[in-house]
């Protein structure tokens, strides 16, 4: 997993294997750090100029489709699949989620903090998904975006569960039966990705 950030953790070839071809999730974190949901879009957009760069100087090959991952690993390319992590402040009709999609982000993940889509999981209030949030999913759904339950509270979990007719991915997850923390998936929620 690489990081995008204005300012340090840039995509760069130190994050691939000299020897071998890999395919990279390279994730837009976006926390809400007292940002506006205006200010973290304009963010979002920033660190995606910063990748679609970096992609370019780096000859990295751009995964948007299942085809690409094994045309990727027939033709040993570097690749790399667009996620964003914390997605606060993108809403169903925001325009820059239109950006996103065109430019292949794949995987979105909803909250890494409390935000206007959701709770997260360090919540102290689990009100789950807020309607704006469930807008999102469906929107997602129909533009081909997978989300991404990580860091999602127990019912936001449940609630994309019961929504999205998609498969729904958790990207970075351990198991609470290994390490009993909120942040980590039940044994039912383990069972419910899979499904």
Not at 54 to 75: P, T, W
Not at 98 to 126: F, H, R
Not at 127 to 151: F, M, Y
Request: charged fraction near 25%.
């Amino acid at each position: 997993l690489l990081t995008v950030s204005g300012e340090r953790g840039l995509v760069n070839q130190y994050n691939f294997s000299a020897k071998n071809p890999q395919l990279q999730f390279v994730a837009e974190f976006c926390p809400n750090g007292g940002m506006s949901p205006e200010e973290r879009r304009k963010q979002i957009i920033k660190y995606l100029n910063i990748y679609l760069y970096e992609c370019e100087r780096l000859s990295l090959s751009k995964i948007r489709s299942g085809r690409d991952v094994f045309s990727s690993v027939d033709n040993e390319l570097r690749s790399v699949l667009l996620t964003v992590e914390g997605g606060g402040g993108l809403f169903a009709d925001s325009p820059e989620l239109d950006t996103l999609a065109s430019a292949g982000l794949s995987v979105l993940g909803l909250a890494w903090d409390d935000n206007e889509l959701s709770s997260s999981a360090w919540t102290k209030n689990d009100t789950g998904l807020t309607d704006e949030g469930k807008k999102l999913v469906n929107r997602c759904n129909e533009l081909g975006i997978i989300i991404d339950v990580s860091h999602l509270s127990d019912r936001a979990f449940y609630d994309v569960y019961e929504l999205s007719p998609m498969p729904f991915l958790a990207t970075h997850s351990n198991f609470r039966e290994i390490c009993d923390s909120p942040r980590n998936l039940t044994r039912d929620m383990a069972l419910k990705v899979a499904e």
